[in-house]
């Protein structure tokens, strides 16, 4: 994928795309450059991001705390979606400097977290867990984590990315 109107294009390369909780993911980004570019850092954010997904019909809907929100309507149904961050982490792969034409490649290292990010039911609590499923499933909402691996290169007009979601669990 190319991004930075053709300034480079960038590969994230991963061994495989499933990884258990505590374990340590390695690859290798992959950037091609044009010409030869200055930049503040080349970094790999491994993020989990819930998506809420709420369906109604008819009245409005409305959600309260953190989070980027979207709403859709289709055939008099709606859709509203809310994500929140729930784990962000970060390996700086390569400081400032000038990064070479042509292509390069970079090893990286990124831990996944020890544990879940999401309190499973049992952690709540019996039967407020218990609650909480049944709300979720009688009011349509549906919880997913997605875990998604980001590289870029932080560069002085545009950067240059990849993006791949990864499963972890």
Known sequence: MVFGFGEGKMELVLPK?????????EGK?????????QAKKLRVVLEA??????????TRMRSRGPGIRTRSSVGGVSR?????ILYTGEVIVDGEKLYPAGMNEY???????QSSVM???AEIGGNLGKAIGALQMLSGAQNR???????NLDASGKDIA????ISIG
């Open 17 to 25: 795309t499933a990884f258990a909780f505590g374990e340590m993911i």
């Open 29 to 37: 980004i992959k950037l091609e450059l044009k010409k030869d570019k």
């Open 49 to 58: 991001i819930e998506e809420r997904t709420q369906y109604s019909s008819g």
């Open 80 to 84: 509203d979606t809310v994500k929140t």
């Open 107 to 113: 090893d990286f290292k990124i831990q996944v977290p």
């Open 119 to 121: 309190p499973s039911k």
């Open 145 to 151: 984590v997605k875990w998604e691996l980001r590289a």
């Open 162 to 165: 990849k993006q791949i979601q």
